[in-house]
């Protein structure tokens, strides 16, 4: 017995001490790989290096400039293919004093890249210099980032001539995709340049960049030069002299996401907005007649924007119909020397969340020149136009509005360019494919993942890890530990394959972030995380770790992607997803993590990609769950198609959200093969979403009520929302046609439910807007009693448009046209489900059960 007793009490020793890379919480859906990580690799690790990673000043050199280009592009179908390519090995002139219009599309589209899509990606650098571009614009394809050099911009200068060519510096917008081409283009990256389109005359129309893409595409970092306004044309007013240049058009539309950290000076317009959702961050407009021009948007972010020495910072007038303007967030911004800072129509949808205005000069005035507001909005209060929840139609109305301490940064809501370490010198960074000791492939087939997981712990704290171009498999989780800063190459990917990640009842991630408790750096940009196969059990990505300070981890333009591509061998054509549940979940954002999420991309496969002939009915679990508590920032995301939800905030708290962006799976809906939440199960102690609700609403034989959720808050507190985009199209195409995205057949309602709330606190929800819905919210009281907002009663933007939905605050004073508390008696989405404890009790309650087993065994020695 003395034996029984001593393996016992090892037993118990080892749930008081943790593995340590287990994650924060075991549940029956997130468990830990405590006993799997033993591999060889792991053990024979060497401890992390000395020195510390240190930015440099005076950086004369960009180390991507420097390092080795050593990747591979396996499903290129050329041996020889060349992915990195600089524009001078193409006969671009840096002096600026021959075209190099050719060169750069030479550079772009050789050899025959046309009509590919991701098997042959390129990532063209362009040197520091002038680059005229004359005889026609530098056109894009997908998987394209054209990246200039980041520590001394490049500048494109167009002649004038260029107008007669195409009337673009840049066309970034790939055609050879007929079918909704917009929507198709993916994977295109923009920085680091100075586009000068000064020297063309202002009153010929001149852009620098027509930007029609969609998601997992960014532009961010270039400075746009246009043609000056003098004071006295006021940006025209007539005569002929109008200034017609345009710094970003969309002429070709898309579903963008970010636009980041460019300078417009002079112009017409600044930014053109025509496409589905778009959040324009840190921008600085100074000298244009209009900043921002908002043609058509349904959701449109203005976040952390200057606006200096313009006619007006943003007019939403461009479009007679105020759907088209959609709803409109400003947030964190400021106008200097302008005569209005925003110009709309009455009965519009706007918010302006902490907008000072100087000079005298109203804040918002009407299409008639009539003030709606004459003053700044301070921190701490918001002003509404539009649809309010509750308070009905507000025709302008201050909110107090409580910010949650730790996401600010000053008075401001926190924000972070992408890192590109520009101040680092090369020696500073390391290449994970050039270490001789522990090789990696990065070919699609071999298992890199220990010699990853060894190289990450070898140069934590003191190296930059440069991931080439290529496709990195991994039989193992990727373990990221404290000091890490990863960094991609036009999206380097991490792919997960193996039993590890098989098993639906036990989960593991393919990349995991930190353990509980960690704190320190780690940073991932221009990266994907995929899977090779069906894999039930696979977290893609898992986040444990908090910084000492916000931004210290975080995600920049990354992909968290399943299926859709000709790396993957998830193909499942069948109408039934049911064996097809290719992974449990995007991203996971545990109770001890605090993360910085900037222009993600959640995606599972509606189509595939490389080749559009064949169908894919995927049925991926989650999208993100979130269950921090610790400050969380998602700051233009998307995630779509996922089962049960595309975002949930369970048991969360301080959250902010600038710009998200859902879609539900395309084979749900009237006729579906499998109502949510099958074919999954769902799990009460991660809060899974039950879809009891459909019952108590008299929907049982309603197949659109069994549909994702795409936000699901469930005991949330402290969360900011600025923007949520959240669209159903089809019903049950499982059929590749694409084909009813309406849902005609079914009076033009895609989904029941767009939005559950249950047991949330102080949420402050701003310009949401839903298509094809019955109901854009369905709130559950604290007394079980549900509220639905109807789209029906919010009409608006692609259907309905909320201005502002206010839960469980103060609400203003004075009653609308509307109270806007549809009621209806019945049990909310989780009962039956269970409900987890909070993360303040979980740790008491786990260590009084064990010291409670310690005790019986001591009793019994």
């Known amino acids: 017995m003395m034996f029984l007793h001593s393996y016992a009490l090892l037993f118990i020793l080892s749930l008081l001490s943790r593995s340590p890379w287990a994650s924060g919480t075991v549940t029956p859906g997130f468990s830990s790989n405590d006993e799997i990580l033993q591999a060889k690799f792991l053990e024979k690790r060497e401890p992390a290096c000395s020195g510390t990673l240190t930015p440099k000043e005076n950086i004369t050199k960009w180390?991507?400039?420097?390092?080795?280009?050593?990747?591979?592009?396996?499903?290129?179908?050329?041996?020889?293919?060349?992915?990195?390519?600089?524009?001078?090995?193409?006969?671009?002139?840096?002096?600026?004093?021959?075209?190099?219009?050719?060169?750069?599309?030479?550079?772009?589209?050789?050899?025959?890249?046309?009509?590919?899509?991701?098997?042959?990606?390129?990532?063209?650098?362009?040197?520091?210099?002038?680059?005229?571009?004359?005889?026609k614009p530098i056109s894009l394809l997908v998987s394209t980032f054209l990246v200039g050099d980041a520590v001394n911009l490049p500048t494109l200068v167009a002649h004038p001539d260029l107008a007669d060519g195409g009337g673009a510096v840049i066309y970034g917008h790939d055609s050879h995709f007929k079918t909704n081409a917009a929507s198709q283009n993916f994977y295109i990256s923009v920085r680091n340049f100075i586009i000068d389109i000064s020297g063309v005359e202002k009153n010929v129309e001149m852009v620098g960049i027509d930007w029609g893409v969609s998601q997992g595409c960014w532009?961010?970092?270039?400075?746009?030069?246009?043609?000056?306004?003098?004071?006295?044309?006021?940006?025209?007013?007539?005569?002929?002299?109008?200034?017609?240049?345009?710094?970003?058009?969309?002429?070709?539309?898309?579903?963008?996401?970010?636009?980041?950290?460019?300078?417009?000076?002079?112009?017409?317009?600044?930014?053109?907005?025509?496409?589905?959702?778009?959040?324009?961050?840190?921008?600085?407009?100074?000298?244009?007649?209009?900043?921002?021009?908002?043609?058509?948007?349904?959701?449109?972010?203005?976040?952390?924007?200057?606006?200096?020495?313009?006619?007006?910072?943003?007019?939403?007038?461009?479009?007679?119909?105020?759907?088209?303007?959609?709803t409109i967030s400003v947030v964190d911004s400021t106008v200097e020397k302008c005569s209005a800072g925003i110009k709309t129509r009455d009965g519009g949808s706007l918010v302006l969340d902490f907008v000072s205005v100087s000079d005298g000069s109203p804040a918002v005035v009407a299409l008639n020149g009539d003030v709606l507001l004459d003053q700044s909005v301070p921190a701490g209060q918001t002003w509404v136009m539009g649809n309010m929840n509750p308070?009905?139609?507000?025709?302008?109305?201050?909110?107090?509005?409580?910010?949650?301490?730790?996401?600010?940064?000053?008075?401001?809501?926190?924000?972070?360019?992408?890192?590109?370490?520009?101040?680092?010198?090369?020696?500073?960074?390391?290449?994970?494919?050039?270490?001789?000791?522990?090789?990696?492939?990065?070919?699609?087939?071999?298992?890199?993942?220990?010699?990853?997981?060894?190289?990450?712990?070898?140069?934590?704290?003191?190296?930059?890890?440069?991931?080439?171009?290529?496709?990195?498999?991994?039989?193992?989780?990727?373990?990221?530990?404290?000091?890490?800063?990863?960094?991609?190459?036009?999206?380097?990917?991490?792919?997960?394959?193996?039993?590890?990640?098989?098993?639906?009842?036990?989960?593991?991630?393919?990349?995991?972030?930190?353990?509980?408790?960690?704190?320190?750096?780690?940073?991932?940009?221009?990266?994907?995380?995929?899977v090779a196969e069906v894999l039930p059990g696979a977290t893609l990505v898992e986040v444990n770790m908090a910084g000492e300070n916000p931004g210290d981890v975080g995600f920049?333009?990354?992909?968290?992607?399943?299926?859709?591509?000709?790396?993957?061998?998830?193909?499942c054509p069948n109408p039934d997803p049911v064996g097809c549940k290719a992974a449990f979940a995007l991203l996971h954002v545990t109770e001890t993590a605090s993360g910085y999420f900037d222009n993600v991309w959640g995606w599972v496969a509606d189509h595939n990609l490389d080749d559009m002939s064949l169908t894919q009915n995927l049925a991926v679990g989650r999208g993100v769950l979130v269950e921090s508590t610790s400050p969380t920032w998602f700051v233009a995301s998307s995630f779509e198609h996922c089962v049960l939800y595309q975002y949930a905030l369970h048991d969360a708290s301080n959250v902010y959200m600038g710009l998200v962006q859902t879609e539900s799976p395309y084979w749900q809906g009237q006729g579906t093969t499998r109502?949510?939440?099958?074919?999954?199960?769902?799990?009460?102690?991660?809060?899974?979403?039950?879809?009891?609700?459909?019952?108590?609403?008299?929907?049982?034989?309603?197949?659109?009520?069994?549909?994702?959720?795409?936000?699901?808050?469930?005991?949330?507190?402290?969360?900011?929302?600025?923007?949520?985009?959240?669209?159903?199209?089809?019903?049950?195409?499982?059929?590749?046609?694409?084909?009813?995205?309406?849902?005609?057949?079914?009076?033009?309602?895609?989904?029941?439910?767009?939005?559950?709330?249950?047991?949330?606190?102080?949420?402050?929800?701003?310009?949401?807007?839903?298509?094809?819905?019955?109901?854009?919210?369905?709130?559950?009281?604290?007394?079980?009693?549900?509220?639905?907002t109807m789209q029906a009663e919010y009409t608006g933007s692609w259907g309905g448009a909320l201005a502002a939905y206010l839960r469980d605050i103060d609400p203003p004073s004075g009653t609308g046209e509307n109270n806007g508390q549809g009621k209806q008696d019945g049990p909310g989405d989780n009962e039956g489900s269970g409900k987890k404890n909070s993360a303040a009790q979980k740790p008491i309650t786990s260590s009084l059960v064990a010291l409670g087993i310690l005790l019986v065994v001591l009793m019994l020695i």
């Not at 004093?97 to 063209?124: C, E």
């Open 63 to 135: 180390w991507r400039a420097e390092i080795q280009h050593n990747g591979s592009t396996p499903y290129s179908g050329d041996p020889n293919y060349k992915y990195y390519r600089s524009v001078l090995e193409y006969g671009a002139d840096p002096t600026g004093q021959k075209d190099s219009s050719d060169a750069f599309n030479d550079a772009i589209s050789l050899p025959k890249r046309t009509g590919r899509f991701t098997t042959q990606p390129v990532y063209i650098y362009v040197p520091p210099g002038r680059y005229l571009i004359k005889k």
């Open 219 to 326: 532009l961010g970092n270039v400075r746009f030069m246009m043609a000056s306004n003098s004071a006295s044309e006021g940006g025209g007013g007539g005569d002929g002299n109008e200034n017609k240049h345009v710094g970003i058009n969309m002429s070709q539309f898309g579903s963008g996401i970010e636009i980041a950290d460019c300078t417009f000076t002079g112009g017409g317009i600044g930014i053109a907005v025509q496409s589905q959702q778009y959040l324009l961050k840190n921008l600085v407009f100074d000298g244009c007649r209009v900043g921002v021009s908002i043609v058509w948007s349904f959701v449109t972010v203005i976040q952390g924007c200057t606006f200096r020495n313009c006619e007006y910072g943003i007019d939403t007038t461009a479009s007679h119909d105020t759907n088209m303007s959609g």
């Open 391 to 530: 308070g009905g139609h507000q025709s302008g109305t201050m909110v107090p509005t409580s910010r949650p301490k730790g996401l600010l940064s000053g008075d401001k809501y926190f924000t972070m360019p992408l890192p590109q370490y520009e101040n680092y010198p090369s020696d500073q960074v390391v290449s994970i494919t050039g270490d001789a000791d522990y090789k990696v492939y990065g070919d699609g087939s071999h298992n890199d993942g220990p010699a990853i997981n060894a190289l990450l712990q070898r140069h934590a704290g003191c190296k930059i890890i440069f991931f080439p171009q290529g496709i990195y498999n991994t039989n193992e989780t990727i373990q990221v530990p404290p000091g890490s800063r990863l960094v991609g190459e036009a999206f380097s990917i991490i792919s997960g394959a193996g039993s590890l990640f098989s098993d639906a009842e036990n989960p593991q991630p393919i990349v995991r972030v930190g353990n509980s408790g960690d704190k320190g750096v780690a940073q991932l940009t221009d990266m994907v995380v995929s």
């Open 556 to 571: 920049w333009n990354c992909v968290f992607r399943v299926g859709g591509t000709a790396d993957t061998a998830v193909n």
């Open 675 to 788: 109502r949510a939440p099958t074919p999954w199960k769902a799990i009460a102690d991660i809060g899974d979403p039950t879809f009891n609700n459909c019952a108590s609403q008299g929907q049982p034989g309603a197949d659109i009520c069994y549909r994702s959720w795409a936000l699901y808050m469930s005991g949330s507190q402290n969360v900011v929302i600025h923007g949520s985009a959240l669209w159903a199209f089809f019903n049950s195409m499982d059929d590749n046609s694409y084909e009813g995205g309406n849902c005609d057949d079914t009076g033009g309602v895609c989904q029941q439910n767009v939005a559950f709330i249950e047991d949330a606190r102080s949420t402050y929800w701003y310009s949401a807007a839903t298509k094809a819905a019955r109901n854009m919210i369905y709130d559950v009281t604290g007394g079980g009693e549900v509220n639905l």
